[in-house]
């Protein structure tokens, strides 16, 4: 079972406010991921890191930011909610060998207003 | 680049019917996985089966079973005998070596209807 935990899972909240969503795994993995997904299902990666202090956009443009301060924690931000920015966003964690095999949290579902 | 294809959006079938999700990438790597990956109504995705390109192997699972086929560039997964709980939406992923990004397909909406 994978250890791989967001918060929270639901969130509304109105433009313009900042917003940070929580992610933390507790199985050691150096690489973690961040999914956007969006109402057609389909998923989108925008932020990953490798490791402590290392972080890179993704494949899709977005204006939230990530941290990786610690190797168990990999929290979003967006300073500034938008209504665009109303989504389901998937955190992932992997190991550094391990290409693809992918462990997933349940998702932070955003609705800004 | 790499590209991952599944054509059906959304699959409806009669609980004990059989029901395959065809999935096409795309990759000029010779190295590369193939993955498909359940999300349940719960949200998060459950890891199914990984299958790289030297092993071209079908695989069976239970009910679950998987076809990849080089020549077609196929990595077709089977659900026999369904169930409601099969109930998800079902993605194919692919990442080719030294990438390490991970590319899923649109995704398959299954519909078990009891």
């Known amino acids: 079972e994978a250890d791989i935990y967001q918060t929270p899972r639901y969130l509304v909240i109105g433009t313009g406010k900042k917003i940070t969503l929580e992610c933390s795994q507790t199985m050691g993995h150096d690489k973690m991921y961040w999914y956007q997904q969006d109402p057609g299902m389909e998923l989108h990666l925008i932020h990953y890191?490798?490791?402590?202090?290392?972080?890179e956009k993704g494949d899709l443009s977005s204006e939230s930011t990530v941290s990786r301060i610690r190797t168990e924690h990999f929290p979003l931000t967006l300073e500034s909610a938008r209504p665009s920015h109303t989504s389901q966003y998937l955190c992932?964690?992997?190991?550094?060998?391990?290409?693809?095999?992918?462990?997933f949290g349940e998702g932070s579902r955003l609705t800004v207003l | 680049a790499q590209k991952v294809t599944q054509a059906q959006t959304e699959i409806s079938v009669v609980e004990k019917e059989d029901v395959t999700l065809d999935c096409v990438y795309e990759?000029?790597?010779?190295?590369?996985?193939l993955f498909w990956y359940k999300q349940p109504p719960s949200g998060e995705l459950v890891f199914l089966i990984r299958?790289?390109?030297?092993?071209?192997q079908n695989e069976i699972s239970g009910r679950y079973s998987w076809n990849f086929q080089k020549s077609t560039s196929s990595f077709n997964f089977t659900i026999t005998a369904s169930q409601v709980v099969d109930s998800a939406v079902y993605f194919c992923a692919l990442i080719t070596y030294g990438n390490n990004r991970l590319a899923f397909g649109k995704g398959n909406q299954v519909v078990v209807i009891p």
């Open positions: 990759t000029r790597d010779t190295t590369y996985y």
């Open positions: 992932a964690s992997s190991e550094f060998e391990d290409a693809g095999e992918l462990f």
């Open positions: 299958r790289n390109s030297f092993d071209e």
């Open positions: 890191s490798y490791g402590v202090n290392s972080t």
